[in-house]
């Protein structure tokens, strides 16, 4: 059971943390994950009937730590898209101006000390005042570490030391630098979320009293939507009137578009860019290709990747730690070696601006975040920061053949039969997998013709072999040859993808099929060779004579045949064991069958990401196109993003590093430990904006 809220407003990463510990706490809680990038908090519950007392705790604690959020529940989110408050960034913008207006007046204007004095502390309580009163309410529950009581602490030190201009100074460009990061914050969630903002905001649907627009979640199965030129479906469907060229970029991150006729399967998420059509809706709201992006999507923040886990980690010691290192420094020298305590007080106060974690804990977690969202825009649905660190080292990967490599439209192109026609061969093929929607039982049910209803079939399917039927007084197995040699009779020898047939037990006969390759399996090899890939596997059950054929067209590296599903799970573990360490394998199927070597391997890749559920519950990443060379692309991206989590790390602590240092020599003033604050934060988040741009 679970609880989904929307935290609107919520710009401050250490807050977010704290509210997911505090309402991790609450009683009948199970687990809570905060996705500080979608502003969502995840609880897991013990029990239903416990929800509303729950959420109503967990609203109290967010109002205890971040007063001026507003909370939404899951299912408000079509009003939670909030904007950045230009009246109120406005309004911030000039309260700052004024006070950096008495700032310079007390620094430049000939005027007796206490007047400046008084310029000076009128410029710190115009722009720090809400500083001081979190700061206050803050210490009053307990909450000591955070970065209001620091900056308060530092500026009223310096205050206290008599160093007016500095702490008034210092307050104001705190404030500035934090305005300007929750204004690139909020920026970057609009870019990211433009990339996937696929959500249908309406349904026209048919009704006997004309059309009337409605909710996508109130259309049911069966009913019929208009969709004008311009619009986005609302709802997967099949066209039952019209044409119309779609714009399918927005879910397959193809540029052009695709034409749609009468009878076409259609998705929601794309654009009828030219043609009004009727569809026919097949799937409810909750279950359409857009429900299941946008669930992937809003939730891959909760999958956590080493990197932010460290940042998670190093924000909660690294505070302390700086704290207690401030009051060390202000106190030892001076006590020890009988050294000016004003200076030494000074230097422990630019220790304590410089304690803030906040340029790691917001720049890194958007740094994936918007390596999510571009790999999304180009059709690439990666499911957690995890993922798409674990891309990042692939170094091998392995393909399906069938549907993966080729495109899964096989063609009868023989039939073969033994002391019965060629029709009776097709029709008890036909029958046996009348139950099948193996590529394989689709093409030869389509070679049939129309008729096969399974009425009156018992028919169970064998894992990697084939299928067994009764009817008509007759057992039919239909499958490979391993089938007829498990049941003792021996096929004649058959070239390429072959189903043999058996009748009461006597071999009647096979059936020859074609599957061709897809036209980009070739150039998907030679961009994963590029994008740093050193294996290229092939993984079928087919036979090895056509398994030879595809792969040496695409440049495969070595391939493996005749292989049970099982057997798949263990090639695949096989290979993953003749890997360095540190190195990941993925593994890529169309998802029929391969939902556990999906899950088995490294990374798991759906392709084609609408055709199987199993799959895309099992795999890491979805594609939702059915080419192979958006591997690469997914590859590409991850590592451009986890190069900009590593110099954000390394930046941001560098910086800080850096600054300590010279605060300790007595050489950092307090402004410059300000911008080793919200400075370094603002350029980190800047930098991670680049991962977006995939």
Request: no cysteine; net charge positive; proline share 7%.
């Given at each position: 059971m679970e609880a989904v809220l929307i935290l609107n407003g919520l710009n401050c990463p250490d807050c977010a943390e704290k509210i997911r510990r505090r309402a991790q706490n609450v009683e009948g809680v199970k687990g809570a994950e905060m996705n500080f990038m979608s502003k969502e908090l995840r609880l897991t519950l013990e029990a239903e009937s416990s929800k509303e007392n729950?959420?109503?705790e967990v609203k109290k604690i967010i109002s205890d730590v971040e007063p001026d959020v507003k909370i939404l529940l899951d299912g408000e989110r079509e009003e939670s898209e909030d904007e950045f408050d230009n009246a109120s960034f406005k309004t911030e913008i000039i309260k700052l101006s004024l006070a950096f207006g008495l700032f310079l007046a007390g620094e430049l204007l000939p005027l007796p000390f206490w007047w400046k004095v008084s310029f000076f502390v009128a410029a710190y309580f115009l722009s720090g005042w809400e500083v001081l009163v979190r700061a206050a309410k803050n210490?009053?529950?307990g909450e000591v570490f955070d970065e209001n009581f620091l900056m308060g602490l530092a500026t009223v030190g310096a205050f206290a030391i008599k160093e007016f201009p500095e702490a008034a100074a210092v307050m104001i460009f705190y404030q500035a630098g934090e305005l300007f990061q929750d204004y690139a914050v909020n920026r970057s969630r609009k870019s990211i979320s433009k990339l996937m903002d696929i959500r249908p905001e309406s349904a026209n649907l048919k009704t006997s009293d004309g059309i009337k627009s409605v909710s996508p979640d109130k259309v049911a199965i069966g009913d019929i939507i208009i969709v004008k030129p311009g619009e986005k479906i609302p709802l997967d469907g099949v066209i039952e009137n019209g044409t119309a060229l779609l714009d399918t970029s927005a879910m397959t991150g193809e540029s052009v578009p695709r034409a749609a006729k009468k009878g076409d399967e259609v998705i929601s998420g794309c654009i009828s860019l030219d043609g009004a059509l009727e569809i026919k809706v097949s799937k409810p709201f909750g279950e359409s290709a857009v429900s299941k992006i946008l669930e992937m999507v809003q939730r891959a923040?909760?999958?956590?990747?080493r990197p932010e886990k460290f940042i998670t980690r190093f924000a909660r010691i690294y505070t302390p730690i700086v704290v207690v290192?401030?009051?060390?420094?202000?106190?030892?020298?001076?006590l020890a070696f009988g050294l000016e305590l004003r200076d030494w007080v000074y230097r422990a106060l630019s220790f304590l601006v410089v304690s803030c974690p906040c340029a790691l804990v917001i720049s890194?977690?958007?740094?994936?975040?918007?390596?999510?969202?571009?790999?999304?825009a180009k059709g690439i649905l990666v499911k957690g920061g995890i993922s798409l660190e674990a891309l990042s080292k692939c170094k091998a990967v392995a393909f399906d053949k069938t549907g993966t490599l080729t495109k899964g439209v096989f063609e009868v192109d023989g039939i073969y039969p033994e002391n019965i026609s060629k029709e009776e061969l097709l029709r008890f093929a036909a029958m046996a997998e009348s139950f099948s929607n193996h590529p394989i039982a689709l093409s030869i049910k389509k070679a049939a013709g129309d008729g096969f209803s399974g009425e009156g079939i018992l028919a169970r399917e064998i894992a990697g072999k084939g299928v067994e039927a009764s009817f008509d007084g007759y057992k039919v197995l239909a499958g490979n040859a391993a089938l007829m040699l498990e049941n003792g009779i021996t096929p004649p020898p058959a070239t390429g993808t072959s189903v043999h047939v058996a009748l009461n037990g006597k071999y009647a006969g096979y059936i020859s099929l074609s599957d061709s390759i897809r036209n980009d399996a070739k150039d998907a090899v030679k961009k994963l060779k590029s994008a740093g890939v050193e294996?290229?596997?092939m993984l079928t059950g087919d036979g090895a004579e056509n398994a030879e054929k595809i792969a040496g067209l695409a440049g495969i590296d070595k391939f493996y045949a005749n292989l049970l599903p099982h057997e798949k799970v263990e090639k695949v573990e096989e290979i993953m064991s003749n890997l360095t360490p540190g190195e990941k394998?993925?593994?890529a199927g169309d998802g029929i069958n391969d939902a556990p070597v999906l899950a088995r391997a490294d990374i798991g890749i759906a392709m084609g990401g609408l055709g199987?559920?199993?799959a895309i519950e099992a795999a890491d990443v979805v594609l939702m196109t059915d080419e192979p060379s958006k591997i690469a692309d997914g590859i590409r991206i991850s590592k451009k993003t986890i190069r900009i989590v590593k110099q954000n790390i390394v930046f941001a602590i560098s910086i800080k590093i850096l600054v300590l240092i010279l605060a300790a020599f007595g050489l950092a003033p307090m402004w410059l430990a300000v911008f080793a604050d919200v400075g370094v934060a603002f350029l980190a988040i800047l930098n991670a904006l680049r991962a977006i741009r995939a």
């Open positions: 729950i959420i109503e210490i009053l529950k923040g909760e999958k956590k990747s290192a401030a009051v060390l420094l202000a106190f030892i020298p001076p890194i977690p958007l740094s994936f975040f918007g390596g999510i969202g571009g790999a999304s294996k290229v596997f394998l993925a593994f199987s559920d199993a």
